[in-house]
């Protein structure tokens, strides 16, 4: 049933556009994570597509019939919403079988489901419990395996994971998306943590202030964001402005200063003013070898597995690099290195119009 298309949906609260003009196509059995700031818009979407949410304009079709209106039950969507209200006078097993028992399943069948599901969230000791006797952890996992234990086609996952410990987060990332791929269910899982969503989504949708600014494959994402703000968004970019020289095979741009900087070719018009972006991790420093930009650096944060480098360029401009690890003690405070990056791994944008600090501001 749900090959979910949302063709221009609208909704305002007042002055504050939650959605403006969203278009969206999501496959059936896809998994498809919305990643963006705090009050992008993320939850709205969410709520439109359960039901929940009537839009002011727009269209929501599941598996090519208008849905726009129709009443939450027969939708056939779970939302798992942040407050993911269980039902307090019902145990852990209870809240979890809800769904397939309003359905009338069989017993054998209830009995899989529960015991997966218990399993999955880790509460199998816990299946007696009463939601009051539970963390707020415990909490979201049932809520969770209560959403798909649903019979649910399609599901709707505001933050599933928020409320969990960071090892917790790691591996239920894998195994959630899993089961849904298991259970043949489309899934539509909204976050603002850029880790998640490349790890458990087929595409990325980006958002921001009730628009999609991009939607790709993780990689497509990482590797060739179409803004400025999704550079930074997904993994943290410097950016570097100039004059375009050249727009193929690869782009050359002249900073003020007068350095020549590469990027992956574009359609960029001679003489236009651009913006490079290249990730932190792909941004490398060196001591010995000659790059494009001279930085000094002005600190240096152990990471675990990276140095996080903070450097100041000749120009003032400060950026960051990271660097593997292995190379602590061989960089120090005070230190003047070259800054250099592969060609294909510098976007360059057009300058947007209101300027790079506000493209790149997040709320
Ligand atoms: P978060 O990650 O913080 O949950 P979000 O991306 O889910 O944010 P939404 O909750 O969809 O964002 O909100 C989008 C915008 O709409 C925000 O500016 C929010 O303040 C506003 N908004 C949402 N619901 C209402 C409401 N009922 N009344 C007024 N404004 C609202």
Redo the contacts with the bound molecule.
């Keep these: 049933m749900p090959d979910v298309k949302l063709v221009g949906l609208k909704k305002s609260?007042?002055d504050?556009k939650?959605a403006d003009g969203l278009d969206l196509e999501v496959k059936d059995g896809e998994y498809l994570c919305v990643l963006?700031?705090?009050?992008?818009?993320?939850?709205?979407?969410l709520r439109m597509i359960s039901g929940l949410l009537v839009p002011d304009r727009g269209k929501i079709f599941f598996d090519g019939k208008d849905f726009t209106r129709v009443e939450i039950e027969e939708r056939k969507a779970a939302l798992l919403s942040?407050t993911y209200a269980l039902f307090p006078q019902l145990t852990v097993e209870e809240n979890i079988m809800f769904g397939l028992d309003i359905r009338g399943a069989d017993e054998k069948l209830k009995e899989q489901v529960l015991i997966s599901m218990l399993d999955l969230v880790r509460l199998s000791g816990r299946s007696d419990a009463y939601p009051r006797e539970l963390s707020g952890g415990m909490q979201q996992r049932t809520a969770l395996a209560r959403a798909l234990a649903s019979g649910a086609d399609l599901l709707l996952l505001?933050?599933p994971l928020r409320a969990l410990d960071a090892r917790l987060r790691i591996s239920l990332r894998t195994e959630l998306r899993s089961l849904v791929k298991t259970l043949k269910m489309t899934a539509i899982h909204?976050t603002?943590d850029q880790d998640e969503a490349l790890v458990m989504a087929d595409r990325v949708a980006v958002?921001r202030e009730?628009r999609i600014l991009q939607i790709g494959t993780p990689k497509e994402v990482w590797d060739e964001p179409a803004t400025p703000f999704v550079a930074n968004f997904v993994g943290q970019s410097n950016f570097f402005t100039g004059e375009v020289l050249q727009s193929s095979p690869f782009t050359l741009i002249r900073t003020p200063e007068g350095t020549v900087l590469k990027g992956r070719p574009s359609e960029l018009t001679p003489g236009t003013t651009a913006v490079l972006g290249v990730k932190i991790g792909n941004t490398d420093i060196s001591k010995e070898r000659k790059g494009y930009l001279k930085a000094k650096v002005e600190r240096i944060i152990f990471e675990g597995r990276n140095l996080h480098v903070d450097l100041m360029m000749d120009n003032g401009q400060r950026i960051s690099s990271k660097v593997p690890s292995w190379r602590k003690g061989k960089i120090a405070p005070g230190d003047a290195v070259d800054v250099y990056w592969e060609e294909s791994k510098g976007t360059v944008f057009p300058m947007p119009p209101n300027g790079l600090e506000n493209e790149l501001k997040v709320e």
């Design positions: 609260y007042g504050i939650a963006g700031p705090t009050g992008a818009g993320k939850t709205t979407l942040q505001d933050e909204v603002h958002i009730g």
